[in-house]
């Protein structure tokens, strides 16, 4: 299986649902996510039960069951991901850099 990128939309673990859900593959009128074209029923359950979930530690446990299921099931392989270069001096004392890549500065 393989993934593109998503600058700067991957930081919450809600990516996992347009990545890895069956509802999310194209075709139709569904126009993206999973082109990898997974399906896992138990997947679907689980990442929907972590969107929907108002309790935050509830969510990210079902959110790590997400992916370690996924993470079983076959490798993942990105084709591409950012390498963020980021030259700066001492004299550009307010200059910061985010740890995401979203970017911004």
């Known amino acids: 299986m393989y993934t593109g990128i998503w600058v700067g939309?991957?930081?919450d673990p809600i990516f996992l649902r347009d990545l890895f859900s069956s509802t999310k593959i194209p075709g139709g009128?569904?126009?993206?996510?999973?082109r990898s074209r997974y399906t896992?029923?138990?997947?679907?359950?689980?990442?929907?039960?972590?969107?929907?979930?108002?309790d935050k530690a509830k969510a990210k446990q079902l959110y790590t069951k997400t992916w370690d299921m996924v993470?079983?099931?076959?490798?993942?392989?990105?084709?591409?991901?950012?390498?963020?270069?980021v030259?700066?001096?001492?004299?550009?004392?307010?200059?910061r850099c985010?740890?995401?890549?979203?970017g911004a500065f």
């Open 98 to 102: 985010p740890a995401v890549a979203t």
């Open 40 to 54: 896992n029923a138990e997947v679907d359950k689980l990442v929907e039960d972590a969107v929907n979930a108002t």
């Open 71 to 85: 993470s079983n099931d076959l490798p993942l392989l990105p084709l591409w991901y950012p390498a963020n270069i």
């Open 9 to 11: 939309g991957n930081q």
């Open 29 to 34: 009128t569904v126009s993206c996510c999973n």
């Open 87 to 95: 030259v700066s001096n001492k004299r550009m004392a307010t200059s």
